[in-house]
């Protein structure tokens, strides 16, 4: 009968869909996740074995009172060079990492590690595998979207601090000059942004118990949060950020989205197969 016959042609493209064109998704995959995986370990222009260097400028208009030109090679800053007019003075500061240090940045190391974590799920599966069920292709598509969106979500969700981790973190301990107790920066990534801000502080007498409130955990702190380190109470009285696009870090954004789009299509496409499935006749 036609609906033996539909069913049975219906069957044969389902079969065709597990074997041809999944392969064909994941090549595809595995492509775009490669040149995503690139971006995060370009080489040097004649030292394949080297990191290329990429200098940042953040703040260069002049109403920017912080001005920083960050190196960054990976997932590591080699060298930062930063400079802060202080607020209602006319005193200059100036600080770089001392030269034995580099700071990594954990965020894009994470990314990293994500994209090569789903690179190995598509790898699992080569052309000779035959996917049997619809359920299997799923279950490896929603692996590789978590992966994608751990991977994405490390970029776009910078760590939350207090300001007495920041105090104390190991970026205090980078700088030459080492840093004056009264100011404060952290690096982090924002979606393709490299930032960095640089917090002045000002102690508050031991006498003002009243109103003293430490602040919680935040990426970025306003004017007016408080915290206690070794028996001092310190207040951030200014906040000076500045940022800049890092191109690459917004490749490899473009190349997530797709790659979720992708496996996407390919969920959507044997959900409408599965539930025919479930509707058979016989």
């Given amino acids: 009968t036609s609906a033996a016959f539909y069913f049975e042609r ?12 999944v392969h064909a998704v994941l090549k595809q995959l595995q492509d775009v996740l490669k040149e995503a995986s690139r971006r995060f370990s370009m ?5 394949e074995s080297q990191l290329k260097q990429e200098n940042f400028i953040l703040g260069s208009s002049t109403m920017d009172q912080v001005k920083g030109v960050l190196t960054l090679q990976g997932e590591a800053l080699t060298q930062a060079d930063i400079n802060l007019k202080v607020a209602k003075s006319s005193q200059a500061l100036h600080f770089q990492f001392r030269e034995d240090k580099q700071w990594k940045l954990q965020q894009i190391q994470d990314a990293r590690n994500h994209v090569n974590q789903a690179l190995q799920l598509l790898s699992s599966r080569d052309d000779s595998y035959r996917f049997k069920t619809g359920a299997e292709v799923n279950k490896l598509m929603d692996a590789v979207m978590l992966q994608l969106t751990r991977a994405r979500n490390r970029l776009t969700t910078p760590a939350s601090m207090t300001l007495s981790e920041l105090a104390t973190s190991g970026l205090m301990k980078m700088f030459s000059p080492p840093m004056p107790g009264d100011v404060m920066v952290n690096f982090y990534i924002n979606l393709s942004k490299l930032c960095l801000t640089v917090y002045q502080l000002h102690t508050l007498p031991p006498n003002t118990t009243k109103n003293f409130k430490p602040a919680g955990s935040s990426v970025l702190h306003n004017p007016g949060a408080m915290f206690e ?3 001092n109470r310190f207040e951030v009285s200014h906040v000076h950020k500045v940022e800049c696009v890092v191109p690459w870090l917004n490749d490899t954004l473009v190349f997530f989205t797709i790659s979720l789009q992708l496996c996407q299509q390919l969920k959507d496409k044997i959900s409408v197969f599965s539930s025919f499935w479930n509707y058979r006749p016989f």
């Fill in 10 to 21: 219906t069957e044969e493209e389902f079969n065709w869909l597990l074997k041809e064109e």
């Fill in 43 to 47: 080489p040097s222009p004649g030292m």
């Fill in 229 to 231: 380190l070794n028996t």
